[in-house]
């Protein structure tokens, strides 16, 4: 790329060097979405994990759980731009992933009988706003 | 920033008509915040040189620069401030003009 502050640019190149970059940008900032799919993902697989097995294979499912969020912790601070959806909509997301978290956590503990098939449905519950986050980030 | 005169060339900013200083602009126009190994990478400049017309552009109150640290690394992020983004957007606006008075001239 040219360094000169004094190259004098053609509109068109000007204009093509502004969509390139406007583009980068944009691909730069997909990581939120590829984010919020994976902790929905791996949110789910946890709460499976907790309601069909037990013992030392649902202590496992709880470490591989910390183990990836603290994976995606480190991936999220590693990344360089942020688009302003992620600026807008970081802050209800999280706060709705932690509520239904602690939510599914509760019901699944106290509500279903052994065997039951709910808790892996209500596993489901807290990739929703990640999930539906994600779709909203990517479309854009 | 512009020059005077009827042709729309005139009223294209000059702080943003380079390619540093466009390709710095247009990156921040579509994101939140972006760090500054982004844009040097995306550019492909040096730090000095980068550091240089985002100085320039913070001077004109074009963009503003958060410092922080990430896992205790310092790094800088640059956001787009409303002065900046109406610049850029009455800049496309003028680049358009251009380019559409550039083919009319060609077709007559």
Known sequence: MDQSS?????????????????????????????????????????????????????????????????????????????????????RRVTFAYVSLVILTSVVNSTLWDDGSLWPCLVALLPALPCWSAAWWVLRR | MSESGSHPRHALDQLIHTPVRLSIVSALAEAEQVEFRFLRDSIEVSDSLLAKHLATLEEAEYITAVKGHVLRRPRTWYSLTATGRRAFDDYLAALRRIVDHHAEEERS
């Open chain 1, 6 to 90: 004094s190259h004098e640019m053609p509109p068109a190149e000007a204009l093509g060097r502004a969509g390139r970059m406007s583009e980068l940008a944009r691909d730069g900032s997909r990581w939120f979405g590829y984010m919020l799919i994976l902790l929905g993902l791996v949110t789910t697989g946890f709460f499976v994990g907790q309601a069909l097995t037990e013992g030392w294979l649902a202590a496992a499912f709880a470490w591989l759980y910390a183990a990836c969020v603290a994976g995606l912790f480190w991936y999220v601070n590693r990344q360089r731009v942020v688009s302003r959806p992620t600026a807008l909509i970081t």
